[in-house]
């Protein structure tokens, strides 16, 4: 898929977070600074939450406490920082695997997925060391990863293909599909 789409869903959106979703590198962190700064919205990047309550590296806490602690850790800060609103939240790769959390990114926010070829995220990654779901072969670990999440995103209300993309055009699209779904809750 190339570009955008509007993913139809029942129900009407609550439009005060803007919250990205999407696989590792696919522009969740750049993207929604730039769209916080057009927005006038805070800037909430989930896994820099995570960090500052627990006081050590995403890293540490897989290699330390397991992805299961993690997990967990990441339903309760997703769960604190939805109490505000007025927010462009970027998610780590994996929030979306808990039930829990989808539905509660649907019920405060509107959720823009970010894609990407395979080939692009192995790219963008290749020099990253500070990634725990990539320890081993990053390529194999990628396309696993890749593979297992592939229907994990869907829920969005819209995704952005960003494999060719700048940070600027992706930003667009999203708003446009952002300012459109707001504009329907109002209306």
Request: charged share 25%; glycine share 8%.
């Amino acid at each position: 898929m190339s570009g955008d789409e509007i993913q139809p869903k029942t129900g009407s959106a609550n439009t005060g977070n803007l919250i990205l979703v999407g696989m590792m590198a696919t522009g969740k962190s750049s993207v929604g600074a730039l769209l916080a700064e057009e927005l006038g919205y805070e800037l909430v990047d989930l896994d820099h939450a995570i960090i500052r309550k627990e006081g050590r590296s995403v890293s540490d806490i897989f290699a330390e406490e397991g992805e299961e602690y993690f997990r967990a850790l990441e339903t309760e800060v997703l769960r604190e920082t939805l109490r505000s609103s007025g927010q462009v939240i970027s998610t780590g790769g994996g929030a979306v695997l808990a039930p829990v959390n989808r539905d509660l990114m649907l019920e405060n926010g509107i959720v823009a997925a970010l894609s990407a070829t395979a080939e692009a995220i192995i790219s963008r990654v290749a020099e990253d060391n500070n990634r725990p779901l990539l320890a081993g072969n990053t390529e194999d670990r990628v396309r696993r990863i890749m593979e297992e999440r592939k229907d994990a995103y869907s829920f969005a209300h819209c995704t952005v293909d960003t494999t060719s993309l700048t940070t600027a055009q992706v930003c667009h699209h999203v708003l446009m599909h952002y300012r459109v779904l707001a504009f329907k809750h109002v209306g």
